[in-house]
């Protein structure tokens, strides 16, 4: 039993190819990227009238054509980041480039290169679809381009809406329209903030469907989500902001890497009333009233102490039954960072 799960657990640790790939596919776009950013953010910070300090210095490169996921609690600072960024709020100190151009200086340039997706939705109820999104358009200086526009709704889900006064849509609906008008000016950076919050499942598959469209033809998506699992699927990079202070920003398949950890839970044949003196070396835990031994490792690492462990349970006795493993999230890994900061 030993050595036939010793040899499970072994190819369990390993990468499988695909995954090797992925990850090396991933690298070298970010790697692509990296030579070219898109936004860049120096020495930003914002202090509001009362006192109160939403943004500490944060300093931050984006990259052309990646998509970036910036996480935080409510209150951390994400939206006046991204309202800052976008000409919303001005700034206490610091410096944004967007595509080049100073958000201050040079504020119509950087604010034609940006669309926003913002949390509530505000639009004008009483005009239709299609003259949103071309009034929209026109407002940053473009030409009327039917085309371009007509591929914007039919993306959306909205071209039978087109005529449809924004009043009679419903709220997934209005929300769409939020991202058609933010796209009306062919933005070359596009921040969602908070994009599928009580949105339906159907919206939140078209949108990351957009999503990856609008990357693959060169697009900077930047996102906030309380849906942690939609960063994990989609993000190339995350950020963690946490207080007005960005705590961390990593590549994610090198974030859940340095961070994440492996459990190996072993179910016993029989309960142990105490962990024996023998196993102290390890980083175990017993689980499930004495029935489960968990071990804690660095999937990553070269040596996870897997088989010394399983050949020691078999010296003292302690016969193994099942056994099954699982691995951090991104999620736990930001339940962590917020929480060591507490």
């Keep these: 039993m030993g050595r036939l799960l010793s040899r499970q657990v072994n190819r369990e640790t390993q990468a499988v190819p695909a995954e090797r790939a992925e990850r090396a596919e991933r690298a070298g776009r970010a790697?692509?990227?990296?030579a070219e950013p898109v936004l860049t953010v120096m020495g930003l910070r914002k202090t509001y009238a009362g006192?109160?300090?939403?943004?500490?210095?944060?300093d931050l490169t984006i990259h052309r054509g990646?998509?970036?996921?910036?996480l935080g609690p409510n209150g951390a600072g994400k939206t006046t980041l991204i309202n800052i960024i976008c000409g919303i709020v001005t700034p206490s100190s610091g410096t944004v480039l967007a595509d080049g151009h100073d958000i201050v200086r040079d504020y119509r340039a950087a604010r034609s290169r940006i669309g926003l997706v913002p949390q509530e939705l505000h639009t004008d109820s009483f005009e239709s679809v299609w003259a949103t999104l071309t009034f929209s358009r026109g407002l940053f200086g473009r030409p009327p381009d039917r085309a371009y526009c007509e591929k914007v709704l039919r993306d959306l889900s909205l071209w039978e809406k087109r005529d449809a006064k924004i009043m009679t849509l419903s709220g997934g609906m209005k929300r769409r329209v939020l991202i058609a008008k933010a796209l009306a000016h062919e933005p070359k950076i596009l921040f969602l903030d908070e994009p599928t919050a009580g949105v339906d499942v159907e919206l939140r598959r078209d949108m990351w469907q957009l999503v990856r469209g609008l990357r693959a033809s060169g697009v900077t998506v930047i996102l906030t989500t309380h849906y942690i699992e939609e960063a994990e699927e989609?993000?190339?990079?995350?950020?963690?902001?946490?207080?007005?202070?960005?705590i961390v920003v990593e590549e994610k398949t090198r974030l859940m890497n340095k961070?994440?950890?492996k459990q190996l839970t072993l179910h016993l044949q029989q309960a142990l009333t105490a962990l024996p003196a023998a196993l102290a070396a390890y980083p175990l835990e017993l689980a499930d009233e004495g029935r489960a031994l968990v071990l804690t490792y660095d999937s990553h690492s070269r040596e996870s102490g897997i088989p010394t462990l399983l050949k020691r349970l078999a010296e003292l006795g302690i016969d193994v039954r099942d056994f099954h493993s699982s691995e951090s999230s991104l999620e736990d890994i930001f339940v962590s960072l917020v929480s060591a900061r507490e």
């Design 31 to 34: 790697g692509r990227a990296a």
């Design 51 to 58: 006192g109160l300090t939403a943004l500490r210095d944060i």
């Design 66 to 70: 990646e998509i970036f996921a910036l």
């Design 234 to 246: 989609m993000a190339d990079r995350i950020g963690v902001i946490r207080r007005g202070e960005l």
């Design 259 to 261: 961070l994440g950890k």
